[in-house]
């Protein structure tokens, strides 16, 4: 299994940029997709980016397209999240998600993943 730890959140303006890590351990790294989800008060978790495992692709929700880039370090086990032009609607706790089955249809999906982080909060002021 792996284990996962974000960092990097905290308060910003709007059209700031912040950049998230997740850093993974336990498990052999390439082994696993890692995806980025938030949640903001009163609301579902919600999909935000994917890097696959096995050619790095990267997908996007519409909602950050164009603003946000996820990458990833296999050297250093760590999967990032580039956030540029930050909105109010942004802010939500960030999750960190893996998981060594999901494909491209269930990307979006919560229960597609079995390890999660902890969490790191991401304010954004208008």
């Known amino acids: 299994q792996v284990h996962l730890v974000e960092s990097g959140g905290g308060l910003v303006q709007t059209g700031d940029s912040l950049k998230l890590a997740c850093l993974a351990s336990g498990d052999t790294f390439n082994r696993y997709t890692i995806s980025w989800f938030r949640q903001a008060p009163g609301k579902d978790r919600q999909f935000v980016a994917t890097?696959?495992?096995?050619?790095?692709?990267?997908y996007f929700s519409d909602s950050v397209k164009g603003r946000f880039t996820i990458s990833r370090d296999s050297v250093n086990n760590m999967v990032y999240l580039d956030m540029n032009s930050l909105l109010p609607e942004d802010t939500a706790v960030y999750y960190c998600a893996a998981s060594s089955t999901v494909i491209l249809s269930t990307i979006r999906s919560a229960g597609s993943y079995a390890y999660w982080g902890q969490g790191t909060e991401v304010t954004v002021a208008s």
């Open positions: 890097i696959f495992r096995s050619y790095g692709r990267p």
